[in-house]
C-alpha cells in the first residue's frame, strides 16, 4: 500500500516554542491531508483538512493561528505548533487520500508525539 | 456529521473469534472502515466496506454490515497474540467527503 511518512516520531519542547511535524506521501500525490490529534486512550479527533495550494480548513473550535497548516505540494504538508504549551502535548497523525482515488482507503503516518514542557 | 461508537474493551483467548461491534448514526456513509492502531504508532487500515455490501470477508477478517440498523461489525477468526491493539471503526460520508469520523476505538487483549 501506498505510504505517508511524518516526521519526527517524538519531540520534546520547551513551552512558548514552535514546533514543526511533516507530513509526506512517499509514493502517490495527495491533494488533501488531513491532521488529527489523538488523546490518551481516545479516538481521533480532526484538526483540519489541508488542500494542497490553498488555505486550510478548520474543524471548529481549532486555532488556525496555533496550528499553522502549509500544503505546499501534492506531496508535503506540515503542521506548526506555535507557541506551545503543556496542554498541547499530544499524538498527532496526518493522513493522506491519494488524488483521483475516491472513497478509498486513507493513509496514515505513524504519528507524532509531542510534550511541551 | 457522523456520531460513531464501539465498546471500549474487549478480551478474548488466543484462538477464539473476536467480534468487534461499531453502531453509526449518519445513513448516508458510503464508505465504512476498521483500523488497527498498535501502541505508539500510527493506524493501519485493516479493511473496509462499501455501504451496498453486507459483508465482505479477507482472510481471518469479516465485516459486517447491517444499514437499517446502522451497525458494523470486525470478526477476526483465530485471534492471535499480534492482534492485541486498539481497532477503531470510522465512517465517511460520499466520495467527496474524505472525513473520516472515528469512534472511540475498542482495546483488544488476547490471552494465552
Known amino acids: 500500500g501506498a505510504v505517508v511518512s511524518q516526521h519526527p516520531s517524538r519531540v520534546i519542547c520547551k513551552s512558548g516554542t514552535s514546533v514543526k511535524i511533516e507530513c509526506r506521501s512517499l509514493?502517490?500525490?495527495?491533494?488533501?491531508m488531513f491532521w488529527y490529534r489523538q488523546f490518551p486512550k481516545q479516538s481521533l479527533m480532526l484538526m483540519a483538512t489541508?488542500?494542497?495550494?490553498?488555505?486550510?480548513?478548520?474543524e471548529q473550535g481549532v486555532e488556525k493561528d496555533k496550528f499553522l497548516i502549509n500544503h505546499a505540494s501534492l506531496t508535503l504538508s506540515t503542521l506548526t505548533v506555535t507557541s506551545a504549551h503543556p496542554e498541547d502535548s499530544s499524538f498527532y497523525i496526518c493522513?493522506?487520500?491519494?488524488?483521483?482515488?475516491?472513497?478509498?482507503?486513507?493513509?496514515f503516518g505513524q504519528g507524532t508525539r509531542l510534550t511541551v514542557v | 456529521g457522523e456520531d460513531v461508537e464501539q465498546s471500549l474493551f474487549l478480551s478474548v483467548r488466543e484462538g477464539d473469534s473476536s467480534v468487534i461491534n461499531c453502531t453509526y448514526t449518519?445513513?448516508?456513509?458510503?464508505?465504512l472502515y476498521w483500523y488497527k492502531q498498535e501502541p505508539g504508532a500510527g493506524l493501519q487500515l485493516l479493511t473496509y466496506?462499501?455501504?451496498?455490501?453486507d459483508m465482505k470477508q479477507d482472510q481471518r477478517l469479516t465485516v459486517l454490515l447491517n444499514k437499517k440498523d446502522k451497525h458494523l461489525s470486525l470478526r477476526i477468526a483465530d485471534t492471535q497474540t499480534g492482534d492485541s491493539a486498539i481497532y477503531f471503526c470510522?465512517?465517511?460520508?460520499?466520495?467527496?467527503?474524505?472525513?473520516?469520523?472515528f469512534g472511540a476505538g475498542t482495546t483488544v487483549t488476547v490471552r494465552a
Open positions: 466496506i462499501f455501504s451496498n455490501m
Open positions: 449518519d445513513s448516508s456513509s458510503t464508505y
Open positions: 509514493d502517490f500525490q495527495a491533494t488533501t
Open positions: 493522513s493522506a487520500r491519494e488524488m483521483g482515488q475516491p472513497g478509498t482507503e486513507a493513509f
Open positions: 470510522a465512517g465517511s460520508a460520499g466520495s467527496n467527503d474524505y472525513k473520516l469520523s
Open positions: 489541508s488542500n494542497e495550494g490553498s488555505k486550510a480548513t478548520y
